[in-house]
C-alpha cells in the first residue's frame, strides 16, 4: 500500500535540467578612423655662421666611416706573405729574390699561424715560386759550369 502522506508518483511531472545560458554576442567594433594626413615636408634651417652643425634628425643620415656595431672588421692581410710572393716573382728576373722570397715566406708563415692574419696562400705561393726558382737557378749555374769547363778544354795552348 501506499502512504497518504507521500505524492503520487504519478501526479508528478519528471524535472527537465535548464540549458545552459549562452553569453550575449559582443558588440561589434566601431569602424576604424580614417588615417590622418602626414605633416608637410619643411626643410631644416641652416646654422648660423660659426655654431656647430646640428645633429642628423631620426631617420636622417649617418656616419658611415666606423663599421656597424657587431659587423666583421675586415682582417688584416701579412705583410711579408705579399713581399714573399713579389719577392719570389721578381726573382726570375734578378735571380737573387727567391732567397728573400724564401725567407719571407717562411716567417710569414709562422706569423700567420700565431696572429690569424690573412695572406697564407700568398706566402705558400711565394715559398713554392722561390723553391722552384732556386732549383732552376742552381741547375742553370751547374750547366753553364759544366759548358764553359767542355768549352775551356777544347782551347789550345801556344807557347812561345
Known amino acids: 500500500m501506499s502512504d497518504p502522506n507521500l ?44 655654431a656647430p652643425p646640428a645633429a642628423p634628425a631620426y631617420g636622417g643620415a649617418y656616419d658611415t666611416s666606423a663599421p656597424a656595431y657587431g659587423a666583421p672588421t675586415p682582417a688584416k692581410t701579412n705583410v711579408l706573405a705579399i713581399v714573399s ?11 737573387i729574390g727567391f732567397i728573400v722570397g724564401i725567407v719571407c715566406g717562411h716567417i710569414s708563415i709562422s706569423q ?33 759550369i759544366v759548358l764553359f769547363a767542355i768549352a775551356a778544354s777544347y782551347g789550345t795552348y801556344t807557347t812561345y
Open 7 to 50: 505524492p503520487n508518483k504519478s501526479d508528478q511531472t519528471p524535472e527537465v535540467p535548464a540549458a545552459p545560458e549562452v553569453p550575449a554576442a559582443p558588440p561589434a567594433p566601431a569602424a576604424p578612423a580614417a588615417p590622418a594626413a602626414p605633416p608637410a615636408y619643411t626643410a631644416p634651417e641652416a646654422p648660423a655662421p660659426g
Open 112 to 144: 700567420i699561424k700565431k696572429t690569424g692574419e690573412q695572406g697564407r696562400g700568398m706566402a705558400i705561393a711565394g715559398l713554392v715560386i722561390g723553391y722552384i726558382g732556386l732549383v732552376i737557378s742552381i741547375i742553370l749555374t751547374i750547366v753553364f
Open 85 to 95: 710572393l713579389v719577392a719570389s716573382l721578381v726573382g726570375f728576373f734578378t735571380g
